[in-house]
């Protein structure tokens, strides 16, 4: 939901940054208000994933140019945990898998590390058992998830929900979700888009990384920014996604130029 | 005869002088079987760098200390030792320095199994056990087990009838008690056809002083049979440990095993598991090691007949400067069609200065077989440190957690929860003191 006197939960100006001596980001601006849903699309490799492993804090990438401020502060100078104590919480496009540790064993460490970092109280086996299963009603997941080792044998979706579950627990001022949607068939799109939206309230912000529109019919953006080659090139209103979905995305390219031309 | 070979056969001629202490067995066979062990001995020598089967693996320091059989056995009490007990296995045998203690045992004659010190099974089970005792172990072209074999006496021993399933686990305890001292535990268990057992074997020590033990253990699975089989190597940190065990599974029997190592200076275990038709193993294992440290596991899976499966796991996780080795034999025989055989070697390390040799060897002589293996070795994957830093954890956390996990992986497949509680708890006190 946009309301112009909300406040500024992250700023992203200029931002450029390198992987392997790579340029990838290449002056990237975005304004994202408590309360906002934003989708971030394009295509494959225009460094989608590459922003939002950024804003989590991953070292493989190189920050050379540009700020990040997050509720007013310098998020470049915190180490990924501090930003994931701060609020920051990144869905992976690609959830790893560890054998060996318990999935409710994981879930109740992260859970408590940010609650006790937050000033909060943590939760012990028994009062965590109940808030989690509580939270996975949510995604409709099974209670055996918990006790499966992290990810280990879950399907694409199954991962994904687990992504989510996550977000629940941790609840994130600032929620990316990089590419939540693939490998979802349509039910469980649905069951974690409903999960998404009842999560999204007035004093967080949820950016939607995809670069299908079929998302969007289920969580509605308030934003759409289309990012090519390391840059967002335009901003829309939900229409724009489906302007996307029917012409492609080359047209945005070309305007793009264009305008940067008429500028020159 | 050069130098080193004069060294070499007077440290086995010293290894040897206790032996004629030994108390003559009733049993001719038995007797006849040390004697010819005791002459293996004398024809072997002790193996340096220069042997294939060694050559990750320096021994000479253990040649460098003599060693002697215990001379007068420590009286222990159940205080001393409970700590070791597991919960479930109430079914016991303990054996000190190498010497057996009824007073600490529980051994048992109930639900038809038999489990006893071997001199007390002679009347019962002379017969049944004469054609495994000391013939699944090649002692021949061994010298640690043929020295076993010379000294054979205390011998856990184990006998499940036909069909009967043992519900409670079997725990045999070693414990190391005195300094300068070799002791050479024996196993032998025998599970009978449709029967299926439990067995805990356990090395254990009450001091950190310097010792050797030399351990071989056989296992015998009639047609039909189950043997979990979680072998525990939890040595003092000067301690010296060989072990042999040979396997023998027969017809549609399934051999499950778990091995960890976490203790010894230097630790070497030799497993040999040869499949009949139809017939299955698990062999998995974990060396959890530091400091200066050398753990070195040789397996060899022999799929001697069609239509046997072989799964196997083994994972090493090495710090400080410590050198794991893995060396990991897969032989089909020509005659072994339809083998269906996997094995994986994985290996983490903690420290610039840990070591791994890992050698997986598949040797094939049939044709339609489906065998796969790897070896991996590297440090923790920086996207899954990243994955839980990026879920408030630590750097720190995140990679105890990691390193825990994967150790966890195979503690996990023991089945016995209080021992499985246990031994968590150890990987997790070690990776924790690591980083
Ligand atoms: N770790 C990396 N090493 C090298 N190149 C990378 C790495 N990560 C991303 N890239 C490259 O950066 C570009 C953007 O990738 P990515 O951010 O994954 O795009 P998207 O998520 O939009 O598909 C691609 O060309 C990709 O190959
Ligand atoms: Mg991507």
């Known amino acids: 939901m946009i309301h112009q006197d909300s406040k500024v939960l992250l700023e992203v100006s200029g931002l450029c940054a390198n992987v392997n001596g790579t340029e990838i980001l290449k002056g990237l601006n975005l304004t994202v208000r408590s309360g906002e849903i934003h989708a971030i699309m394009g295509p494959n490799g225009s460094g989608k994933s590459t922003f939002s492993k950024i804003l989590a804090g991953h070292s493989a990438y190189e920050v050379t140019g540009g700020t990040v401020m997050f509720e007013g502060q310098d998020l470049l100078e915190l180490a990924p945990e501090e930003r994931a104590r701060a609020g920051v919480f990144l869905a992976f496009q690609y959830p790893i898998e560890i054998p060996g540790v318990g999935n409710s064993q994981f879930l109740r460490l992260t859970y408590n590390t940010v609650q006790t970092h937050r000033g909060k109280e943590e939760l012990d086996p028994l009062e965590f058992d109940d808030f989690v299963r509580e939270k996975m009603k949510l995604l409709e997941m099974s209670p055996d998830f918990l006790e499966r080792s992290v990810n280990e044998g879950f399907s694409g979706g199954e991962k994904k929900r687990n992504e989510i579950l996550q977000m629940a627990m941790l609840d994130p001022r600032l929620a990316i979700l990089d590419e939540t949607d693939s490998g979802l068939d349509i039910d469980a799109l649905r069951v974690v888009a409903g999960g998404v939206n009842q999560l999204a309230n007035k004093d967080n912000a949820i950016v939607l990384v995809t670069h299908y529109q079929r998302l969007l019919n289920y969580i509605v953006p308030d934003y759409v920014h289309v990012m090519e080659a390391g840059r967002i090139i335009k901003t829309g209103g939900k229409e724009l996604a489906l302007e996307l979905e029917s012409r492609g995305y080359d047209w945005v390219g070309v305007e793009h130029k264009a305008a940067m031309g008429a500028q020159a | ?435």
Not at chain 2, 39 to 52: K, N, S
Not at chain 2, 121 to 142: C, D, K, V
Not at chain 2, 268 to 280: M, Q, T
Request: overall charge negative; some cysteine.
């Open chain 2, 1 to 435: 005869m050069s130098a080193s070979a004069t060294v070499n056969a007077s440290y086995l001629e010293n290894l040897l002088a206790g032996q004629p202490h030994l108390p003559a067995s009733p049993l001719a066979w038995l007797n006849a079987l040390r004697a010819e062990a005791v002459d293996r001995v004398g024809a072997l020598t002790v193996p340096t760098l220069r042997d294939e089967e060694w050559r990750f693996t320096d021994i000479s320091m253990l040649t460098k200390m003599s060693f002697h059989p215990v001379r007068t056995t420590i009286s222990l009490q159940v205080a001393d030792i409970e700590r070791f007990y597991i919960e479930e296995a109430t079914t016991r045998l303990v054996f000190v320095d190498g010497v057996y203690a009824p007073q600490l045992s529980s051994a048992a004659t109930d639900h038809g199994i038999s489990v006893l010190n071997l001199e007390a099974g002679f009347a019962a089970h002379a017969a049944a056990i004469e054609p495994y005792l000391g013939r699944l172990t090649e002692f021949h072209n061994n010298v640690f087990a043929a020295l076993n074999t010379a000294f054979l006496h205390d011998t856990a021993l184990i006998v499940v009838p036909r069909d009967i399933s043992v519900k409670v686990p079997v725990h045999l305890l070693f414990i190391a008690t005195q300094k300068d001292v070799v002791s050479y535990p024996r196993c032998l268990i025998l599970a009978e056809s449709g029967s299926a057992v439990t067995v805990i074997e356990d090395y254990v020590s009450l001091q950190e002083d310097a010792y050797f033990t030399n351990a071989v253990t056989e296992i015998a699975l009639v047609d039909n049979a189950r043997v979990n089989h979680i072998r525990v190597q939890r040595e003092g940190a000067k301690a010296f440990h060989i072990a042999n065990c040979a396997v023998s599974v027969a017809r549609a029997s399934n051999y499950q095993s778990v091995s960890v190592a976490f203790g010894a200076r230097i630790s070497r275990y030799n497993l040999n598991v040869k499949l009949a038709e139809g017939a299955e193993c698990a062999v998995d294992g974990l060396a959890l090691i530091s400091g200066r440290q050398l753990a070195d596991t040789h397996t060899c899976i022999d799929h001697a007949k069609p239509q046997a499966i072989s799964n196997q796991m083994h994972k090493c996780i090495v710090g400080g400067s410590a050198h794991a080795v893995f060396n990991g034999k897969v032989m089909v025989r020509q005659d072994a069609q339809r083998t269906d055989s996997k094995q994986s070697n994985r290996n983490l390390l903690l420290t610039s200065k840990a070591h791994v040799d890992t050698k997986p060897q598949l040797e094939i002589f049939a044709d339609d077989v489906k065998c796969t293996h790897g070896a991996t070795i590297g440090q923790l994957d920086d996207e899954e440190v990243f994955y839980l830093q990026s879920r408030g954890l630590s750097d720190t956390a995140a990679r105890n957690m990691l390193t825990y996990a994967f150790g966890a992986e195979i503690i996990e497949r023991i089945p016995i929860s209080s021992l499985k509680y246990q031994l968590e708890q150890t990987v997790l006190e070690q990776t924790s003191a690591q980083l």
